[in-house]
């Protein structure tokens, strides 16, 4: 279920979009997305949103999709 919006930095960035996505047993904040919707029920395989341009802040990077554990749990053990 995406819960509410969520923004990796303060200010007005054109990559500061984000989501919070809670389930059973688990929950993640996934940056630098601009979402389908910021509430709501999703299934499994339903596009959550499309990555956005880093490229425009900061040159050379390549874009990608930040997913963090909302208590910032180390999860290395389950890799």
Not at 45 to 67: A, C, D, F
């Amino acid at each position: 279920m995406i819960e509410r919006r969520m923004n990796p930095h303060e200010g007005r960035s054109v990559i500061n979009n984000g989501v919070k996505l809670r389930g059973s047993g688990f929950c993640i904040h996934m940056f630098y997305i601009r979402p389908v919707t910021y509430r709501g029920r999703i299934d499994k395989g339903q596009k959550i949103g499309e990555m956005l341009p880093m490229q425009r802040v900061y040159p050379g990077i390549t874009s990608h999709v930040h997913v963090q554990n909302c208590n910032r749990f180390n999860v290395t053990r389950y890799l």
